[in-house]
């Protein structure tokens, strides 16, 4: 068995530093713009919207919604903060089964995520299933951010979790006993 797991490159750069940014983005957005963050969510057709009140945030956005976008910003930040530091320092022999773990959360998190944009999709004034999901090419950067960035995050997870392009001493092999172990080198 291998003494210890590094994850191939393109890995650490995804999950240590791509995403982990992006998420501080989604809480700058969140907490530091939030007409803008809703305007992008959900387009008013008018344009007569979130946006167009321009920044003044208390005044065009109820309590409870702002509140709720400063805790989201908040959950944003502890995203970025666990994904980075949870899985750069783990150096231990371990360390694998840390890295899958948490990526196999995240994965869980990635489709409650997707979830989130379906009132967006179907709502009462819902751009449709397809514009929402599907239509990559007609996308605004929230729905970038939201669906696109998260397809991309969770199939990185998967890929992973598969076992692409993990040393093949670190993967996890399930004999026939049920339990997970690491492969003997």
């Not at 976008?69 to 980075?84: C, D, G, P, T, V």
């Not at 397809?130 to 998967?158: D, H, I, P, T």
């Not at 001493?169 to 997970?180: A, F, H, M, S, Y």
């Amino acid at each position: 068995m291998s003494d210890s797991f590094k994850a191939a490159f393109v890995y650490r750069l995804f999950f240590l530093y791509v995403e982990p940014l992006s998420a501080l983005v989604g809480a700058y957005y969140a907490a530091g713009k939030p007409t803008t963050y809703l305007e992008l969510l959900s387009p008013s057709p008018s344009g007569s919207g979130y946006a167009a009140a321009g920044s003044r945030a208390s005044a065009t956005i109820d309590t409870p919604t702002l509140a709720t976008l400063y805790q989201l910003a908040n959950l944003y930040l502890l995203f970025a903060i666990n994904e980075h530091y949870v899985l750069s320092s783990s150096s231990s022999s371990s360390s694998l089964r840390t890295w899958r773990t948490l990526l196999v959360g995240l994965l869980i998190a990635d489709f409650g995520h997707l979830a989130t944009m379906i009132p967006v999709a179907m709502g009462q004034k819902g751009k449709g299933f397809g514009e929402v999901f599907l239509k990559w090419w007609e996308w605004n950067a929230m729905e970038w951010g939201s669906v696109g960035f998260v397809y991309v995050g969770a199939g990185m997870r998967m890929s992973f979790l598969m076992g692409v392009g993990v040393r093949k001493e670190d993967r996890l092999t399930v004999p026939k006993g049920g339990t997970i172990v690491r492969k003997e080198a």
